[in-house]
């Protein structure tokens, strides 16, 4: 045993600065565009970008994807052409096209270095356009490509409402508003629900208003004030006999009122007035009953998850919190722009992905939301972990959990033959090491190094906690996390220890498979469904499809009677051949 590998009994961190080698962070667009489906990405630079994001997502042109490039030419980078104007002509290219609730504006390493002042001219494009735009710099200047969601998700965070009044006021269409109107009015007035317009129903009310009023005006009068002899007498003496018989029917008063001009009208007009501002007084303190009522449900403990996951998964993770008695009270990002979460004091918010700290810090310092520190629901000890954290904030008792993990852990056995004692090198590309690291030691393989292109030890504190106590209780050495390794460095120790899998970026699986080396794309745990409990199969599906290639290989060469056991053969098997 080496060196490397000797038992440790705490986790070191260790930086090399290597560089980079990973996808641009623009790729985030991929993923992004399917899950808001009211949305429109439009990515900002050169020519490179376009022919990254026609490759790396293999959309064709017909299939109308809900993104697009504009590309900057020579002339827009030596600032020789107005870039708003440009931007004008494409957003409402786009809004006469597609009508999208929101645009994305995805900057890129040229708008960096040319200092494009993108949001300068969002907010005076979003006035004219009426749309609003959020401006994310999703460049290849961030340490992996799944931090372009990251940036997309805090300026998204940005424009969530702090109120359910901000929130409903995004819902609202002109139809909505139209039918809000008519329903106040019919409730508030009683009149006939069959109205044509707002205008119509507006003067029925008036009119029923009026001969309501006066009729149940005169009948308060008549027993109030009619029915005292000095009333009577007054009356009697001051108009005709038959007037005065006349005058304690409501008709011939309300008639006598309106032609003679008598005493009684200025009283009648003075009451219709008041019942008028009693009415609207009452609508008015009904109004601020209900605004204190949502109010008073805003400020109890809501719960916001963030971070892009297909829907599936997203109901998976939903019904799991159900069955504690927990509800999840939006997502951020929605499946609909007008459907973004309420973010206040009062929130608390938990990430799903390891690679979302600058959303998590945004939530926390500008939107003064509460963060859930959990590990993330990778798998099925992951997901657990998730659950119970989030259930101690809420002081509520697990229920059910142990016996899930371990159905789970039962269904899975027949992949964790095979993983058990194998061993497994993260060379680092999309954040996702340490959740999968941990996980795969609970699966029983040996991790020997974690390479890690950025590391927020504030943001997965709880993650690395969960993966110390996974090796103490899996009795394994704990792996080195090496952040920004130098690949170099990196190959010199996989050909040391030898791994039995190495889960690295596209581009060195090639030259390591041409080494006999088995390799894994770390890409493909990005967009494959591995959070939750019933999706702890996926990983290992993509963790054991490798080993079991080997395996058919190795059965195939023995039959042939080649000496070498490997993908790849040297010259004496193929002589031998």
């Known amino acids: 045993m080496t060196n490397f590998i000797k038992e440790k009994e705490k986790l070191t961190f260790e930086c090399e600065t290597g560089n980079y080698h990973t996808f641009c962070p623009i790729s985030c667009v991929s993923w992004l565009y399917q899950k808001i489906e009211d949305s429109f990405f439009l990515v900002i630079g050169t020519k490179t970008c376009g022919y990254f994001l026609q490759n790396a997502l293999g959309v064709m042109i017909f299939a109308e994807p809900r993104y697009a ?97 901000e929130q409903n006021l995004k819902k609202t269409t002109k139809i909505e508003i139209e039918n809000s109107v008519n ?44 029915k005292d002899t000095f009333f009577k007498n007054f009356l009697a003496d001051t108009l005709k006999k038959d007037d005065a018989s006349s005058i304690f029917h409501p008709t011939s008063f309300i008639a006598n009122q309106q032609m003679q001009h008598d005493q009684v009208s200025p009283a009648s007009e003075a009451g219709w ?51 504690q008695g927990i509800e999840i009270h939006g997502w951020l990002p929605s499946t609909r722009y007008s459907d973004l979460p309420i973010l206040d004091e009062n929130t608390y918010v938990c990430g799903i992905n390891p690679f979302l700290s600058r959303t998590a810090t945004t939530l926390m310092r500008r939107r003064k939301c509460k963060f859930i520190s959990a590990p993330f629901p990778i798998g099925p000890d992951g997901t ?30 027949d992949s964790l033959k095979l993983v058990q004692g194998k061993s497994v090198f993260f060379m680092g590309d999309n954040l996702l090491e340490i959740s999968l690291a941990r996980f795969l030691i609970r699966c029983g393989m040996i991790v020997y190094e974690i390479g890690i292109p950025y590391m927020d030890r504030r943001f997965q504190a709880a993650e690395l906690a969960l993966l110390e106590k996974t090796c103490f209780q899996m009795n394994v050495p704990i792996p080195r996390i090496v952040e920004k390794p130098d690949n170099y460095y990196q190959i010199s120790r996989i050909r040391e220890l030898q791994p039995d899998l190495v889960i690295t970026g596209m581009a060195h699986a090639n030259p390591l498979e041409a080494r006999n080396i088995t390799t894994k794309w770390s890409v493909e745990f990005t967009f494959a469904q591995i959070h939750g409990f019933t999706n702890a199969r996926e990983i290992l599906d993509l963790v054991t499809r490798p080993l079991r290639r080997n395996q058919n290989i190795d059965s195939f060469s023995s039959s042939l009677g080649s000496k070498n056991q490997g993908f790849v053969q040297t010259n004496e098997s193929l002589v031998s051949l």
Not at 217 to 225: A, L
Not at 277 to 295: H, T
């Open 183 to 226: 329903f106040e009015v019919s409730n508030s007035q009683n009149i006939s629900n069959e109205k044509n317009n707002v205008h119509n129903v507006l003067e029925n009310i008036e009119k029923n208003q009026e001969n309501s009023f006066k009729n149940n005006f005169m009948s308060k009068f008549e027993k109030s004030f009619f």
């Open 273 to 323: 007035n008041s019942q008028q501002q009693q009415a609207s007084a009452n609508l008015q303190n009904s109004v601020i009953l209900e605004e204190n009522k949502l109010a008073e449900k805003d400020k109890s403990q809501n719960l916001v998850l963030f971070g892009s996951i297909p829907n599936t998964v997203a109901t998976q993770l939903k019904l799991e919190l159900n069955r």
């Open 384 to 413: 657990k972990a998730w659950i119970e954290k989030i259930c101690s904030i809420y002081e509520k008792t697990p229920i059910g959990l142990n016996e899930r993990e371990d159905k789970i852990w039962q269904g899975l056995s």
């Open 69 to 165: 490039m504009a590309e900057l030419e020579e002339s827009d980078i030596s600032a020789k052409l107005n870039d708003f104007k440009e931007l004008k002509r494409l957003c409402f290219q786009i809004k006469e096209d597609r009508n999208p609730s929101v645009i994305v504006w995805i900057g890129t390493c040229t708008t960096e270095i040319i200092k494009m002042d993108l949001e300068g001219m969002a907010p005076q494009l979003e006035k004219e356009i009426g749309i609003p735009i959020i401006v994310a710099r999703a460049n290849g200047l961030d340490y992996a490509f799944t931090q372009g969601e990251d940036t997309v998700l805090a300026a998204m965070a940005q424009r969530c409402p702090s109120t359910k009044k």
